[in-house]
């Protein structure tokens, strides 16, 4: 579920947090950046049960309709939601209620309860919500691509719901877009008749790319940063951002210790990941200098790459 790019974000934030610290306990770093990856998990965990309490309140609504007075309430809200088979097979999923079970996380709670209240409300004045209401198909195609919209467009933007994740885990404010796209792949993967495939958190060589990434960079920071500051001498002091720092620290660090990524790779995701956190000016400033610097690597010979095209 996690990818590459993801990994490198948590490294970095984790790798951010051991260097304000002022601890020395690496195991205590690494126990931390691992914390925080599993948490991604709770988050996915949480959104793709949500359809579960969203089909129980709707037919809370259903029963509430039919023991109406009113005309307008009797046809506000008919089966096509409760009833929809993408729903259902999340709903019946042994393996999505095992998970849940052990890692304890659910929708229930007065919370909860009144924040589910407040979507279904919210959703079912969305044009989304009511294409599933007002279609007839039975198709299982068209109605998992009803629920794929409803969940796109409506769902992972409802503000409150950002909120309530923010409220649970200060790890979640910069998941949520990734989570969102496995939920919307976990969808998309749903076969009629068959269990839901629950996506595993990570391969085992991601985990171990991870702390090995931490734990280098961790141990090589002073040695990095002597080549940096001898990189960015010409530069005024205050453009050497903390950020900028680490963010060339784990590059120089995954230039020379993974032998299997390509050079080009470890420069292009760096730069990227320095436009959402740190400077608007900071990913010409760090291409800059990690180009200086991987080019004399490369003269030096101090980057050992495996397999033809690497280093280029």
């Not at 009833?83 to 095992?98: A, H, R, T, V, Y």
């Not at 659910?106 to 924040?115: I, S």
């Not at 734990?215 to 001498?233: E, I």
């Amino acid at each position: 579920m996690l990818n590459r790019r993801h990994i490198r974000i948590k490294v970095l934030q984790a790798f951010y947090a051991f260097s304000l610290s002022n601890n020395d306990d690496l195991k205590n770093g690494e126990k931390e950046l691992i914390h925080s990856m599993k948490k991604i998990y709770d988050l996915y965990i949480y959104l793709i049960q949500i359809f579960i309490p969203l089909k129980k309140y709707a037919n809370i609504k259903i029963e509430e309709s039919k023991k109406s007075f009113l005309d307008s309430d009797k046809n506000s809200l008919n089966n096509a939601f409760v009833s929809n088979q993408i729903i259902n097979i999340i709903e019946s999923s042994k393996d999505l209620d095992n998970i849940s079970n052990k890692l304890k996380i659910n929708w229930q709670g007065v919370v909860e309860n009144d924040l589910i209240k407040k979507l279904f409300k919210s959703l079912y004045e969305t044009s989304s919500f009511q294409n599933i209401l007002n279609s007839n198909s039975s198709d299982f195609n068209s109605q998992k691509t009803d629920i794929i919209d409803l969940f796109r467009e409506e769902i992972c933007n409802f503000e409150l719901l950002h909120h309530f994740f923010d409220e649970k885990s200060i790890y979640w404010q910069d998941d949520l877009d990734h989570v969102s796209s496995m939920i919307i792949k976990t969808l998309k993967s749903i076969e009629l008749d068959n269990e839901l495939h629950v996506l595993p958190l990570w391969k085992d060589d991601e985990k171990e790319f991870a702390l090995n990434l931490f734990r280098k960079a961790t141990l090589n920071k002073s040695l990095n940063d002597q080549v940096l500051q001898s990189y960015s001498k010409n530069w005024e002091s205050e453009r050497l951002a903390k950020m900028d720092s680490l963010l060339m620290n784990l590059a120089i660090t995954e230039a020379k210790e993974f032998s299997s990524i390509p050079l080009k790779v470890t420069l292009n995701e760096y730069i990227e990941i320095s436009k959402f956190y740190s400077t608007p000016k900071s990913n010409g400033f760090i291409n800059g200098i990690l180009d200086k610097i991987f080019t004399d690597f490369k003269k030096d010979g101090k980057l050992k790459k495996v397999g033809r095209g690497l280093i280029g």
